[in-house]
């Protein structure tokens, strides 16, 4: 069965050290990916996809995902945290081939002060 | 006007009521989604609809029933739901292009329903 695996629920970073929240899929063929936020109660809003191409993909608010195929993940990375990046973080990917986007549970993101 | 609006942002509502929720979008998309979030999940796809063709997820009760009609509107009304549908319903849009390629989703603020 398809599926995406964001394995930590939560993640706590100091604010301006590096953060990485983990995506792995698994999911046949060349997939698109993405990663959404969500701040508290608002909807989700876009930061970034991969459709083909350079593995290193930036997307906003200073956010960027490496792709990596023999892996199957597409982490989401920023090199200095800051607090207003606490939120809630998506990873979701789509088969080429049908509208079905599988999303990760997500991973809660803490930047500490 | 934002992309994305949802109506109500919150509705309470028993177990024999009828309401609807109301989607509008104002980016000129082609394609509208109805997803319902809870707490600790992955977001449950309920219904699409993409260049005039509605999708649809089986596993969503026919307690649910979404509403499309035209690109800009999205429905879902709701009948004699459970407490266990309370959530929050999200809407989203995307444009979606002929040989399958998406866009990214564009979501709405949510609804957030509680049934008694």
């Known amino acids: 069965a398809q599926s995406v695996a964001q394995p930590e629920d939560q993640v706590n970073v100091a604010e301006g050290n590096p953060l990485t929240v983990k995506c792995t899929y698994s999911?046949?063929?060349?997939?698109?990916l993405f990663w959404y936020v969500q701040y508290p109660n608002r909807g989700l809003q876009f930061l970034l996809k991969y459709i083909t191409g350079d593995n290193l993909v930036k997307g906003s608010y200073g956010f960027e995902a490496e792709f990596n195929k023999s892996q199957t993940s597409f982490h989401l990375k920023k090199p200095s945290a800051l607090v207003s990046d606490s939120a809630l973080y998506f990873c979701a990917v789509r088969d080429r081939s049908n509208y079905q986007l599988i999303w990760g549970a997500g991973t809660k993101l803490i930047i500490k002060p | 006007e934002t992309g994305v609006t949802q109506t109500p942002r919150h509705l309470v509502m028993g177990m024999t009521n009828k309401k609807s929720l109301k989607c509008e979008q104002h980016?000129?998309?082609?394609?509208m989604y109805w997803y319902k979030q809870s707490a600790k999940k992955p977001l449950e796809l309920m219904f699409v609809?993409?260049?005039?063709?509605?999708?649809e997820n089986n596993s969503v009760p026919s307690r649910f029933s979404p509403e499309c009609p035209n690109s800009s509107h999205l429905f879902l009304h709701l009948h004699t739901l459970q407490p266990e549908d309370s959530a929050l319903y999200l809407c989203?849009?995307?444009?979606?292009?002929?040989?399958?390629?998406?866009?990214?989703?564009?979501f709405g603020e949510g609804s957030r329903l509680t049934v008694l």
């Open positions: 609809y993409s260049l005039e063709e509605r999708v």
């Open positions: 999911v046949s063929g060349n997939p698109y």
């Open positions: 980016l000129g998309h082609n394609a």
């Open positions: 989203a849009s995307s444009q979606e292009l002929a040989g399958g390629y998406t866009g990214e989703l564009f």
